[in-house]
C-alpha cells in the first residue's frame, strides 16, 4: 500500500492506468479481462481466455501488447484492489516443495501520462526432481525452465556486446529485452528462502541478478 501510494504522489493527481498479464506455457494471457474465468483449472486457461498478441522486442526496443485491458485508477486504493483482483487469477499449483507455487510469470504495467513502470514477477526455475511436478504441472515447468534458459541467454549476448540477441527465442525474451540495457533503467530483487534445501535454487538466482547487473548501460540501445 506504501509503494502504491508514492505512485500516486509521483504522479501528481494524473490517474494510474494498471495492465496485468501472464506468461503460461508461453501464451500471454490478460489477468484483467472480463472474460477471463475465475475458478478456472490450474493446470491451463480457461477456454474464454484469448492470447495477447507480442508486436516487436528487441534489444533497446520494448515489446508492445496488443489487445489487453488497462484500467485506470484514481486512488491507490482503488489501484490495490485491481492488482489483487488480477493476482487471484494467476495460475499456481502444488508441488512437493510449494503448495502454491507459481506456474506463469507475471506482468504488472503501471501507466501515468507518458510514464511507465513494469514490474515482472519471474517463475522461478524448477527442479522437476525436487517438485515432484508431473502431467500438466511438468510440461509448465518445462516451460518455465526453457523460458528463463532463453532470457538467460539474452542477458548473456548484452552482457557480451555480440551483435547477434536471441530475442525470438521466447516470448519471455521478447518481452523482456527491451528493459535490458538501452535507455531503461532495471532493478532486480530477488528472493531467497532461509532453508539449505533451496540452496541451488538461491544460487542459481542470484547469479542470474549479477548477470544482468553487469550489462552495459548503452547495451543495445539503438541510439
Known amino acids: 500500500s506504501l509503494a502504491a501510494a508514492e505512485l500516486f504522489a509521483s504522479a501528481a493527481g494524473v490517474p494510474v492506468r494498471a495492465s496485468m498479464m501472464e506468461l503460461h506455457n508461453d ?6 479481462a472480463p472474460s477471463s474465468g475465475l475458478g478456472h483449472s490450474p493446470a491451463s486457461p480457461g477456454a474464454s ?4 498478441e507480442v508486436r516487436g522486442g528487441s534489444a533497446g526496443a520494448v515489446a508492445t501488447i496488443e489487445g489487453a485491458v488497462e484500467i485506470s485508477t484514481s486512488s491507490a486504493r482503488a489501484l490495490l484492489s485491481v492488482v489483487r483482483g488480477g493476482l487471484a487469477r494467476r495460475q499456481v499449483a502444488a508441488t512437493v516443495v510449494n503448495a502454491t507455487s507459481s506456474r506463469s510469470h507475471l506482468i504488472v504495467v503501471f501507466r501515468a501520462g507518458v510514464g511507465q513502470i513494469t514490474l515482472v ?6 527442479r522437476v526432481k525436487r517438485s515432484g511436478a508431473q502431467g500438466a504441472v511438468l510440461r509448465e515447468a518445462q516451460t518455465i525452465n526453457r523460458s528463463l534458459q532463453s532470457l538467460g541467454d539474452v542477458v548473456d549476448a548484452l552482457r557480451r556486446g555480440s551483435p547477434h540477441v536471441p530475442v525470438r527465442n521466447s516470448r519471455l ?3 523482456l529485452a527491451g528493459f535490458l540495457g538501452g535507455a531503461a533503467k532495471t532493478a532486480v530483487l530477488v528472493c531467497v528462502a532461509p532453508d539449505a534445501s533451496t540452496r541451488d535454487e538461491a544460487v542459481a538466482a542470484l547469479c542470474f541478478a549479477e548477470r544482468v547487473r553487469r ?6 540501445s539503438d541510439a
Open 173 to 175: 525474451a521478447r518481452l
Open 215 to 220: 550489462i552495459p548501460a548503452a547495451a543495445g
Open 27 to 32: 501464451v500471454l494471457v490478460d489477468l484483467l
Open 121 to 126: 514477477d519471474l517463475a522461478g526455475l524448477e
Open 49 to 52: 481466455e484469448r492470447a495477447l
